[in-house]
């Protein structure tokens, strides 16, 4: 059984993506309760308390805010058993986790992204020493239900978060700019983020499904004094590449400094 403490958009999302993976036997906790009924409805879940989930559950997601999950590991503690607690809470380390939890607590701290609400999302999963195998694997096939997942060591979370987490809203500022070049040209707005938005989701379809690098692909649309080079040259001129990595830069390093705080 999967259990969630917290059906907020990412709690559902990723037990609505669960469920249409063939998990079926799931149970629920949250504390709004006009939520918790219209989910249930929805999905035919089963709402219980959080003691009752981790009671019941073989892996719970956490799927609550960063500034409650402190109290919520309190509470269901003493009742956790050897049930896999998995984490979703930004900037929460696993040491800060297990703090609040008995010895020997079987934890996975998971990072997902907001395409998790439409079954795209790109999740970091990193276990502690108390999680067999078996439980990493049925933690990674909840995940796997809504998108892509990749284990890594805790110490790269911070790298993960920018280029998966903090990317999206790049995305979404260079898809808007691109309209906005279509929009002084002529085009509709809504007509240009169509058009614009459908060639990032093909390009970025490309680089998953061909063996080659990212570079090499942009090579092979670059025809000699051609439309494409010239506006490479352009955005290169213009620092694209250069603003493109100080922007990750700056988010692993805002990272780092909100979890020295």
């Known amino acids: 059984m999967i259990g969630f403490i917290g059906a907020g958009a990412m709690g559902s999302a990723i037990m609505q993506g669960a469920m249409s993976k063939g998990h079926s036997d799931i149970v629920f906790a949250e504390a709004n309760e006009e939520r918790a009924r219209a989910l249930t409805e929805e999905t035919g879940a089963r709402h219980a308390t959080n003691i009752e989930v981790v009671q019941e559950a073989s892996v719970v997601i956490l799927a609550v805010k960063p500034n409650v999950i402190s109290s919520v590991l309190d509470e269901i503690a003493s009742a956790a058993g050897s049930t896999v607690l998995v984490s979703i809470a930004a900037g929460t380390t696993i040491e800060t986790l297990a703090a609040h939890l008995e010895p020997g607590q079987p ?77 002084a040209n002529g085009l509709p707005k809504a007509q240009a983020v169509r058009i614009a938005t459908q060639a990032v989701v093909g390009a970025a379809s490309l680089v998953q499904e061909r063996a080659e690098t990212p570079a090499n692909l942009a090579d092979l649309v670059q025809s000699p004094g051609g439309t494409t080079v010239a506006g490479v040259v352009a955005l290169e001129e213009a620092g694209f590449g250069r603003a493109t990595v100080k922007g990750v830069q700056a988010a692993i390093d805002r990272d780092i400094a909100l979890q020295g705080n």
Do not use: W
């Open 107 to 183: 934890i996975v701290r998971v990072m997902p992204n907001v395409a998790a609400q439409i079954g795209q999302s790109m999740s970091a999963l990193c276990p502690n020493d108390h999680v067999s195998a078996d439980q990493l694997a049925e933690v990674q096939e909840v995940f796997d239900a809504v998108g892509q997942t990749e284990i890594l060591a805790e110490k790269d979370f911070a790298t993960f978060a920018a280029i998966a987490g903090c990317s999206p809203a790049f995305t979404f500022e260079y898809i808007d700019a691109m309209a906005r070049a279509a929009v």
